[in-house]
Structure formats: structure tokens, C-alpha cells
T-cell receptor, first 110, second 114 residues
Framework: DAKTTQPPSMDCAEGRAANLPCNHS???????VYWYRQIHSQGPQYIIH???NNETNEMASLIITEDRKSSTLILPHATLRDTAVYYC???????????FGAGTILRVKS | DTAVSQTPKYLVTQMGNDKSIKCEQNLGHDTMYWYKQDSKKFLKIMFSYNNKELIINETVPNRFSPKSPDKAHLNLHINSLELGDSAVYFC?????????????FGPGTRLLVL
């Protein structure tokens, strides 16, 4: 898996956009970037993934730089329920497993 | 309907006992996993099964024995429980096909060994 680096924690005001960065400078051409989150006392939850192009779904947007060395997960209107640990993962293709790091603790505050 | 379910949710037991945790998914997925999250909150894969066949075993002590009676179920049996086995165990499943990094996790089983 490509190594990913995330800030240990971030705060965000409720209703504002939460922008979570991730560095993955050693990512190879066929490795996707995946984002998961884990709300307290729950199992990890898949959010979004992408390869080169920006992606958007009902939960979030994923912006990947042109050189693919970093990406940003955007929660457009953060709510208190978005408080969680967010994991950026670049798994080895067809490796059939996820390697979780420490992630970023996002605290959404009212 | 719960997509990935685990039983029990909580398990408190004595050292040396043998216990099982069960997992079921109703998503029609072919691949299932067990992950362990320890007190430091790091989540690590233990096992993966594809269509009832073991495909990943991440150097887990042989006291841990997964069993997959069919592709919708993956159980974890732990013999001779030790204090260090205390953790949260998560089951997950992924879609058929080549890319299996989109995984769906269960709610976890909180194991406490006394």
C-alpha cells in the first residue's frame, strides 16, 4: 500500500465545509485513493474513492491533485454527526485488504 | 435490514476460555474479513475469505480459527483466550469482482478478557 499522511486532528464549525487533506506522494499509477470514516463505537464506513478525476457522491467530494500526490476529502456542510476519525487509504490493487493508519479526528463543533 | 451483522455485540469472559463470534452479511458479497481494533484504536486485518476459501491470514496466532460455512457467514473461534485478545473485532464484506477495497463493516464485537 502507498503510505498516506494525514493531520492527527481538525476542527470544523457546524454547517461549514470540512476539508480533510491527505498526502500520498508514493502512490503508483493504478492505486486508488479510498476514504473511510469511523464514528465513535461504530464500524468503519466507506465514503468515497477515486483514481485521477474528482469524484462526488451523496456523502462527500474527493479532489485529487493532477500529480496524484495528495487529495482532499470535502464534506460540504458538516454536521455534528460527521464527528469521526477519517481514514485515507491507498491500497495495493487486488490486494484484497485495507491497511488503516491513525487517520484524522474531525471534530464538528456547534 | 442490517447489511453486515455480528453477534454478540459484547463478550466478557475469563482467560483460558474458548469463545466464538459470528458474522453474517445479506449483501450477496463473495468476500468476508475479520479485523481487530486494539486499545490504541489501530484497525488491522486478520483474515479474509473468498467464497468460503481462506485468502488472507495476517500472521494471527493459531488460537484464532475462522470458519466460513457459506459465503454469507464468517465466524471466528478463539481458543484459550488471553488478556491481549481484548479488543473490538469487526467483520466486513466486499463486492464480487476484482476490486475489493470497497468494504462494508459490521457494528463490531467488543471482547473483554478478564
Amino acid at each position: 500500500d502507498a503510505k498516506t499522511t494525514q493531520p492527527p486532528s481538525m476542527d470544523c464549525a457546524e454547517g461549514r465545509a470540512a476539508n480533510l487533506p491527505c498526502n500520498h506522494s508514493t502512490i503508483s499509477g493504478n492505486e486508488y485513493v479510498y476514504w473511510y470514516r469511523q464514528i465513535h463505537s461504530q464500524g468503519p464506513q466507506y465514503i468515497i474513492h477515486g483514481l485521477k478525476n474528482n469524484e462526488t457522491n451523496e456523502m462527500a467530494s474527493l479532489i485529487i491533485t493532477e500529480d496524484r500526490k495528495s487529495s482532499t476529502l470535502i464534506l460540504p456542510h458538516a454536521t455534528l454527526r460527521d464527528t469521526a476519525v477519517y481514514y485515507c487509504i491507498a491500497p495495493k490493487p487486488y490486494g484484497n485488504k485495507l491497511v488503516f493508519g491513525a487517520g484524522t479526528i474531525l471534530r464538528v463543533k456547534s | 435490514d442490517t447489511a453486515v451483522s455480528q453477534t454478540p455485540k459484547y463478550l466478557v469472559t475469563q482467560m483460558g476460555n474458548d469463545k466464538s463470534i459470528k458474522c453474517e452479511q445479506n449483501l450477496g458479497h463473495d468476500t468476508m474479513y475479520w479485523y481487530k481494533q486494539d486499545s490504541k484504536k489501530f484497525l488491522k486485518i486478520m483474515f479474509s475469505y473468498n467464497n468460503k476459501e481462506l485468502i488472507i491470514n495476517e500472521t494471527v496466532p493459531n488460537r484464532f480459527s475462522p470458519k466460513s460455512p457459506d459465503k454469507a457467514h464468517l465466524n471466528l473461534h478463539i481458543n484459550s483466550l488471553e488478556l491481549g485478545d481484548s479488543a473490538v473485532y469487526f467483520c466486513a464484506s466486499s463486492q464480487p469482482g476484482n476490486r475489493k477495497e470497497t468494504q462494508y463493516f459490521g457494528p463490531g464485537t467488543r471482547l473483554l478478557v478478564l
